[in-house]
């Protein structure tokens, strides 16, 4: 059959009906999908039907009063000689007003087989072996991957599910010279994505593929591409960025402060993450059954209350104490039924001491807690309201420290938020933040319990309910990472980090680590970023500097050599020292918090040097070779 083309404007679009393969010109480059490329539907069974297999496949042109394009009709499957009524529509097409090439997959008949994933579309051809070809990916803060880059780059976190870590933003580009684009995932909550990378390349491929919802493909699905000219990186997050403005997820930090006024307290504070308790059961991975003293450790209210106070005879004017294993039950322990306050380290009398000491200081205080991860050890245990497979089975596992868990139903985390929190606030415990845990850095869920049925969307959208209670009694919402999701009501998180802080010291790197969440979110959430100082590394103080966000003045860490917290006996440093760095990210973050991140730049290609500029005039030159800085104002 011979190719179709359509046209529109500067962009033109061709479909080859033999091969189900799309190739996109625009701005003078070209751009197709890769050879080796089949659309494919894989089944729970782990069975692989390629579109090709329908017996019924037609193909027309398209057209809207916004649009043209190809449609694309595949019927009549028999997947093992077994009819199967499922069918599905694809259409792709040029928005006249934009020249944004969209790529929808449509189900029309959702019976006959049990879907796993949808892969569709096709990943770009992306072959030639250099350094100066390289995808564009948002793992946690970002990164970017040359072609040629020596780690092989194919498994993902939570299987490249999107609204988790591995995705901070629910796109991906690619840039080579001359050219490059983005490929924006308008429904993130039901789609991943996956990466062929080998090592050292010579390609990089990228694709995204479809999730079923509750078991139905259900509904339409889109990704949206945006060809540019001549670009880098930069040019990719900033096309986000105004997709985000049009489409109502950016909420700016200025917005949020003229909402509640604590969010300027909150800029420039230095992050303290300290502990109470800790209980590790024996099911724990982190149980030490050599040394089971390890497994329980105490610190009273009142030592923390002195440790304050002490920050405060130091001339620290400014500071947020995150606390853990504050609860009765200790650190990742029976959640959600985390009450009363630790009765061995002061009980709620020694938490209200705490807090009245945090606020006569002019102090922040937050709270870690939990309602995703549901122990069945908890009181209020009840199989019945965990997150539930089609089959009925409930996912279990035996990982944190309070042992074997499933997982809450994001329907009932609303109602144990307001339960816990208001009798927290009865005590007199003066709270200004808080922080909820994973709900940002974990995948979505769904359950299919027929009493609390639930979407991924729909789990999203109650997690997002439990940070708009925080907004209602005054305490600014946090969480662990910063997926896009959250964007309007949260506030800021635990970290935003690089993919490599979160591995043990020298492991490969992904990629290069590269400011995208900040480029296009820096104005929108508040920041802290680690400062350790690991002997042969960079000094982590110059990317919280590049970044223009907080500084931890203390994190201890709730495991050992787990979320960045690694033990390094060269990092020992007087509170003094810390203070002086602290304060100098500190007195950058004040300036520029508000700021748009205008540009990120790799100094004359080397990744070592690097440089920011904000909507300000602030400039940012770090050297890690060196570990020097330099800040600037531009006129």
């Excluded at 490929?183 to 999730?211: E, N």
């Excluded at 985000?244 to 917005?255: A, I, K, N």
């Excluded at 209350?305 to 294993?325: N, P, Q, S, T």
């Excluded at 910063?482 to 800021?492: A, I, K, N």
Aim: proline share 5%; with cysteine.
């Amino acid at each position: 059959m011979e190719t179709m083309c359509v046209q529109s404007g500067g962009v033109s679009l061709a479909f080859d009906p033999d091969t189900l393969r799309f190739s996109v010109t625009a701005r003078g480059e070209s751009w197709q999908w890769g050879e080796g490329y089949e659309g494919k539907i894989v089944t729970n069974e782990e069975q692989t039907i390629c579109f090709h297999e329908a017996n019924s496949i037609t193909h027309s042109p398209w057209k809207t009063g916004v649009g043209v394009g190809i449609r694309s009709t595949y019927r009549d499957f028999a997947p093992e000689g077994k009819a199967a009524a499922f069918a599905f529509e694809t259409i792709a097409w040029i928005e006249e007003a934009t020249g944004d090439v969209y790529f929808e997959w449509l189900p029309l008949n959702d019976e006959g087989l049990e879907v796993k994933a949808v892969y569709w579309p096709g990943y770009m051809e992306f072959d030639k072996p250099s350094h100066r070809w390289y995808s564009v990916l948002n793992i946690l803060q970002g990164l970017i991957l040359p072609n040629t880059w020596e780690t092989e780059v194919t498994k993902l976190g939570f299987d490249g599910q999107m609204c988790s870590s591995t995705a901070y933003m629910p796109w991906f580009g690619q840039v080579r010279p001359g050219a490059g684009y983005i490929a924006i995932c308008q429904q993130p909550w039901d789609a991943a994505y996956q990466v062929d990378h080998p090592a050292a390349g010579p390609y990089s491929h990228v694709s995204v593929r479809w999730l079923p919802s509750l078991g139905k493909m259900a509904y339409r699905r889109t990704m949206r591409y945006t060809f540019l000219g001549s670009c880098d990186y930069n040019d990719l997050c900033k096309v986000y960025r105004k997709y985000v403005q049009e489409t109502g997820l950016f909420t700016s930090l200025r917005e949020k402060a003229a909402r509640n006024p604590l969010v300027d307290k909150l800029i420039g504070s230095a992050i303290v993450h300290k502990g109470i308790k800790t209980h590790v059961s024996p099911g724990s991975r982190y149980y030490d059954g050599e040394h089971p003293e390890k497994n329980d450790s105490l610190v009273p209210f009142a030592q923390r209350g002195a440790e304050i106070r002490h920050y405060r005879d130091k001339g620290v004017e400014k500071l947020y104490l995150h606390l853990d294993g504050w609860g009765d039950p200790g650190y990742d322990n029976k959640h959600p039924d985390y009450l009363p306050a630790c009765e061995a380290a002061g009980g709620w009398e020694g938490l209200k001491e705490l807090s009245d000491t945090v606020e006569s200081c002019g102090y922040m205080l937050g709270l870690h807690d939990q309602y995703r991860d549901y122990y069945w050890d908890a009181p209020s245990f009840d199989r019945e309201f965990a997150c539930h497979r089609a089959d009925g089975s409930v996912f279990e596992m035996s990982c944190w420290a309070g042992g074997r868990q499933s997982y809450l139903c994001a329907t009932q985390a609303p109602y144990y938020v307001k339960r816990n929190f208001e009798e927290v606030l009865r005590h007199g415990i003066h709270l200004e933040a808080s922080y909820l845990d994973v709900f940002t850095c974990n995948e979505a869920d769904e359950c299919s319990h027929p009493r609390h049925r639930m979407t991924r969307k729909e789990c999203l959208e109650y997690r997002s309910a439990c940070f708009r209670y925080l907004w209602s009694k005054n305490i600014l919402p946090s969480s662990e990472e910063v997926t896009d999701w959250s964007m309007q009501s949260l506030v800021f998180a635990h970290y935003g980090p690089y993919d490599f802080m979160l591995q043990p010291p020298g492991s490969p790197r992904k990629g290069i680590p590269t400011p995208l969440f900040n480029l296009v979110y820096h104005d929108c959430l508040i920041l802290p970023w680690l400062m350790d100082r690991i002997e042969g590394q960079e000094d982590y103080m110059l990317y919280a500097l590049l970044n223009g966000g907080g500084a931890y003045l203390d994190k201890d860490g709730a495991y050992p050599n787990c979320d960045g917290a690694f033990d390094d006996p060269a990092a020992e440093k007087q509170l003094d020292e810390e203070i002086a760095r602290y304060r100098i990210v500190a007195q950058l973050q004040e300036r520029v918090a508000k700021c748009e991140m205008v540009r990120h730049e790799f100094l004359d290609g080397d990744w070592m040097r690097q440089r920011t500029a904000f909507s300000d005039g602030t400039v940012v030159t770090v050297n890690f070779r060196d570990n020097t800085y330099d800040i600037s104002s531009e006129p």
